[in-house]
């Protein structure tokens, strides 16, 4: 599960090197030395990844990552950015919860890109497996389980509970649904329904509890059932 990287870097060699490593690591990475034409990549491609590296002087860095978070559609996608210690940028340290994590800043975008590729494994380890509600989801061996029972599933309904365990306080209409389905493959609204049907037959031929709620009127969302896994 690879991450669609986007990296942002002023400093053209550096950007160059980054990418190169990115790349050679399996990473699906491209980058951009103008800010203004990474907003227009973002908005089109939605990464689920961003390397901030230099800006032009004319940006601010809060004001541009702030932007860099509205664009993002997915709640999940990740902005690293880097530490300028030794430039003007190091009294903005008060920015820094802004961002996912903070790389140090190197003179070698090798090692820029080889920090930035150990942070992206550690999440995506980190986001193959969600536990909320009693319910825990793991991407890599696609099985759902809890309450002492274990399915398999497929890659439509873990785009599905991946959804509501990630925000389980949200009621998430058919749209929203269909859209969490289709970047695995094309669904039409209609589809919704069925896939909900089929994700709770086989958790109830599997020993589990219904995984999701309807909201009638509304939509679904995780069932609250008292328990929660660590």
Same mark, same amino acid.
């Given at each position: 599960?690879?991450?669609?990287?986007?990296?942002?870097?002023?400093?053209?060699?550096?950007?160059?090197?980054?990418?190169?490593?990115?790349?050679?690591?399996?990473?699906?990475?491209?980058?951009?030395?103008?800010?203004?034409?990474?907003?227009?990549?973002?908005?089109?491609?939605?990464?689920?990844?961003?390397?901030?590296?230099?800006?032009?002087?004319?940006?601010?860095?809060?004001?541009?990552?702030?932007?860099?978070?509205?664009?993002?559609?997915?709640?999940?996608?990740?902005?690293?950015?880097?530490?300028?210690?030794?430039?003007?940028?190091?009294?903005?340290?008060?920015?820094?919860? $802004?961002?996912?994590? %903070?790389?140090?800043?190197?003179?070698? #975008? =090798?090692? *820029?890109?080889?920090?930035?590729?150990? +942070?992206?494994?550690?999440?995506?380890?980190?986001?193959?497996?969600?536990?909320?509600?009693?319910?825990?989801?793991?991407?890599?061996?696609?099985?759902?389980?809890?309450?002492?029972?274990?399915?398999?599933?497929?890659?439509?309904?873990?785009?599905?509970?991946?959804?509501?365990?990630?925000?389980?306080?949200?009621?998430?209409?058919?749209?929203?649904?269909?859209?969490?389905?289709?970047?695995?493959?094309?669904?039409?609204?209609?589809?919704?329904?069925?896939?909900?049907?089929?994700?709770?037959?086989?958790?109830?031929?599997?020993? $589990?509890?219904?995984? %999701?709620?309807?909201?009638?009127?509304? #939509? =679904?969302? *995780?069932?609250?059932?008292?328990?929660? +896994?660590?």
């Amino acid at each position: 599960m690879h991450d669609k990287i986007l990296v942002i870097d002023a400093v053209e060699h550096r950007l160059r090197e980054t990418v190169t490593v990115m790349q050679s690591r399996g990473f699906p990475a491209c980058g951009t030395a103008s800010a203004d034409e990474a907003v227009g990549v973002i908005a089109h491609d939605q990464p689920n990844c961003i390397v901030l590296g230099d800006l032009p002087v004319r940006w601010n860095r809060r004001s541009y990552c702030e932007l860099l978070r509205r664009l993002l559609s997915d709640p999940h996608a990740r902005i690293f950015t880097v530490n300028e210690a030794d430039t003007e940028n190091a009294g903005e340290r008060w920015f820094q919860p $802004l961002f996912d994590d %903070v790389l140090p800043c190197t003179s070698s #975008g =090798y090692c *820029l890109g080889e920090i930035a590729v150990t +942070l992206l494994i550690a999440y995506q380890r980190h986001k193959a497996r969600l536990s909320h509600g009693g319910f825990s989801l793991d991407m890599e061996d696609m099985r759902l389980s809890g309450f002492g029972a274990s399915i398999s599933i497929n890659p439509q309904i873990a785009a599905i509970m991946t959804l509501l365990m990630s925000t389980p306080e949200i009621i998430h209409d058919r749209d929203e649904i269909r859209q969490a389905i289709a970047r695995n493959r094309p669904v039409q609204a209609r589809s919704v329904d069925v896939y909900i049907k089929r994700l709770r037959s086989i958790a109830k031929s599997g020993g $589990l509890p219904n995984p %999701v709620e309807t909201i009638h009127g509304r #939509g =679904y969302r *995780l069932p609250h059932y008292g328990l929660a +896994l660590g």
